[in-house]
C-alpha cells in the first residue's frame, strides 16, 4: 500500500466519524498493513507531527513524552494491538501484543529490544507478573483460545488454565474469556473473565478451584465488562481486590473471599485495569467521551480517589477532580489500554487499535 492511500483512509475515516467503530476496525486492518511498509506512518499523519518533548500532567506528576521510545522495525519484531506492559525484577520491561509473530516484546528501558517470545496467543491480553521464590512468571490471559497461561519470562509454558467446569456457570469454553489474572499475598489466583460471562474465578496456588463470584449484571457486586483486576495493598494489613467495570465506568472493591465492599465512579471513563504503585492508583481510559471516539488518557488517583494528575487531558479545561471535566489533547494517545511505572516512576504505554504503534513513554519530570 502506498502513502498516498494511507493518506487516503485517514481522510475517509475523519469524514465519516459517526459511523460504528466496528466499520473503522475494518479499515484499520489495511492502515496497519500500511505501516508494515511505512513505519509509524498513520500515527506521524494522525499527529501532524512526532510528539518528542511535550510536557504532560500537572503537578507533582509531569511528563516527558517519547513517541520514539520503542519503536523497532516492524518487518522484523511487528506488533498489533498491544494491550499490557510489566516489568520484571531485573528492571526488563514486558508487553503483550497479538502479532504471532511474538506475542511478548522484552524491552530493556532505553527502549531496546532484548527478546521476543510468542506465537501461538493470538488472543493475548492480560499479563501479570508474579515472583514465586525469587522467580519471575507470566500469567497471560488469551481471549481467542479462552484459556489462561502460567509461564517463565522467556515463554516456557508452565501451567494452563482452561475454562473453570467446576464452577457450573459455563456451558462451554467458548462462554470463558479471560482478560486479566491478579495474585494474592497468599499465591491465590483470581481470574477476571471480562469478555466472557464476567465472573471473577478464584484458585489456590496450585491451581484448584476455590470459588466464583460476580457475574454480568448492574447489581453492586456483579460487573459490565470486569476487563482488570489487581490486588491492592495500600492497607497492608487489609489487602483487597480492585476490579474494573468498563462499561458502567467505575472499579468495584471485594474482599479476597469475594464480598462485595464499594463501588468507585469514573464517569465518562472507560477504564482498563487498575494498577497500584506506592500509594497511588493508576490506569488507563482507552476513552472518554464515547466508546466511538479515539480520545483516551491516562489517570492517576490518590488514596481518597481523588484525581492527581491527567496525563493526555487538556489541562486548560481539566477541573480539579471533575472527571466530566476531562478532554483529550487530540496529540498524546490513541486508544491507551495500560500503564506500566518503572522504579524510577516513569510510565510505559501501549495502545490498542493505534496503527501498530510502539509503546510510548512519559519520562517522570
Known amino acids: 500500500m502506498q502513502l498516498d492511500s494511507l493518506y487516503l483512509l485517514l481522510i475517509v475515516y475523519e469524514m465519516d466519524k459517526r459511523s460504528t467503530r466496528r466499520s473503522f476496525l475494518k479499515s484499520s486492518a489495511l492502515v496497519g498493513a500500511a505501516t508494515v511498509a511505512i513505519p509509524h506512518a498513520s500515527y506521524a499523519i494522525h499527529h501532524q507531527s512526532p510528539m518528542v518533548g511535550e510536557i504532560v500532567g500537572y503537578g507533582d506528576h509531569t ?15 511487528p506488533v498489533r494491538h498491544c494491550h499490557e506492559m510489566v516489568q520484571d525484577s531485573k528492571g526488563r520491561l514486558l508487553m503483550s501484543t497479538t502479532h504471532i509473530k511474538n506475542n511478548v516484546i522484552i524491552y530493556d528501558k532505553s527502549g531496546r529490544v532484548l527478546d521476543t517470545w510468542g506465537t501461538d496467543y493470538p488472543g493475548i491480553h492480560g499479563l501479570t ?3 514465586e521464590g525469587g522467580q519471575d512468571f507470566i500469567y497471560l490471559t488469551d481471549t481467542e483460545r479462552h484459556i489462561v497461561c502460567k509461564t517463565t519470562v522467556t515463554g516456557k509454558v ?8 467446576e464452577a457450573a456457570v459455563y456451558q462451554d469454553a467458548r462462554q470463558f474469556v479471560p482478560t486479566e489474572v491478579a495474585i494474592a499475598p497468599n499465591g491465590d489466583l483470581y481470574v477476571a473473565d471480562g469478555y466472557g460471562e464476567n465472573w471473577i474465578i478464584q484458585y489456590d496456588q496450585r491451581g484448584r478451584y476455590i470459588r466464583h463470584f460476580g457475574g454480568k449484571g448492574d447489581g453492586p457486586d456483579q460487573f459490565d465488562c470486569c476487563h482488570g483486576i489487581t490486588v491492592d495493598d495500600r492497607d497492608r494489613k487489609n489487602p483487597t481486590l480492585l476490579i474494573t467495570s468498563r462499561s458502567a465506568q467505575s472499579f468495584k472493591r471485594f474482599t479476597l473471599e469475594g464480598k462485595y465492599l464499594e ?6 471513563c472507560w477504564i482498563c485495569r487498575p494498577v497500584i504503585k506506592g500509594d497511588l492508583l493508576y ?25 492527581v494528575a491527567a496525563p493526555g487531558a487538556d489541562q486548560t479545561l481539566f477541573r ?7 478532554v483529550h489533547d487530540g496529540r498524546t494517545f490513541m486508544n ?5 511505572i518503572d522504579q524510577d516512576e516513569n510510565l510505559y504505554v501501549p495502545q490498542w487499535y493505534s496503527g501498530n504503534t510502539y509503546p ?3 519520562g517522570r519530570v
Open 283 to 307: 490506569f488507563a481510559a482507552i476513552g472518554t467521551k464515547s466508546w466511538w471516539d479515539y480520545d483516551g488518557v491516562l489517570l492517576i488517583l490518590d488514596q481518597q480517589n481523588k484525581v
Open 320 to 326: 480539579d477532580n471533575d472527571l466530566s471535566s476531562i
Open 360 to 362: 510510548i513513554k512519559l
Open 158 to 165: 508452565i501451567q494452563t488454565f482452561n475454562y473453570p467446569k
Open 263 to 268: 463501588t468507585i465512579k469514573l464517569p465518562g
Open 336 to 340: 491507551p489500554h495500560d500503564v506500566c
Open 63 to 77: 511528563y516527558r513524552v517519547d513517541k520514539h521510545w520503542g519503536i523497532q522495525d516492524p518487518g522484523k519484531i
Open 129 to 131: 507478573l508474579s515472583n
